[in-house]
């Protein structure tokens, strides 16, 4: 069975930092598109950050951009997401998400989408107080 298993959250105050880490079983992710989700109490999920492999491509939602990068390191099989600078409006649910094929497309719009991605971890809560 293909698992994406998230982890690394918590509960921090504003202005703290985590990295959330996505391990991904079941087969390999290296050459597919791998993002980052999130999901608030009565909020619909919401792209945060994606990676592309070909290209070395990442896109980042506007709202997150200069704070939170997106890593991954292929031979583990894993993806991360570096946040730093927090606030109280990055708490979620945070999921991982990946292609279950490569795709090479150039269109940012492609990857920044949830219908993109196959597989999906169950997520980790991030909480941020002020």
């Known amino acids: 069975q293909v698992q994406l298993v998230e982890s690394g959250g918590g509960l921090v105050q504003a202005g703290d930092s985590l990295r959330l880490s996505c391990a991904a079983s079941g087969r390999t992710f290296s050459s597919s598109a791998m993002g980052w989700f999130r999901q608030a109490p009565g909020k619909e999920r919401g792209f945060v950050a994606a990676?592309?492999?070909?290209?070395?491509?990442?896109y980042y939602a506007d709202s997150v951009k200069g704070r939170f990068t997106i890593s991954r390191d292929d031979a583990k099989n894993t993806v991360y997401l570096q946040m730093n600078s927090l606030k109280p409006e990055d708490t979620a649910v945070y999921y991982c998400?990946?292609?279950?094929?490569?795709?090479?497309?150039?269109?940012?719009?492609?990857?920044?989408?949830?219908?993109?991605?196959?597989?999906w971890g169950q997520g980790t809560q991030v909480t941020v107080s002020s």
């Open positions: 990676s592309r492999v070909y290209g070395s491509s990442t």
């Open positions: 998400a990946a292609e279950s094929q490569t795709t090479f497309y150039t269109n940012s719009n492609y990857y920044t989408a949830k219908g993109t991605y196959d597989y």
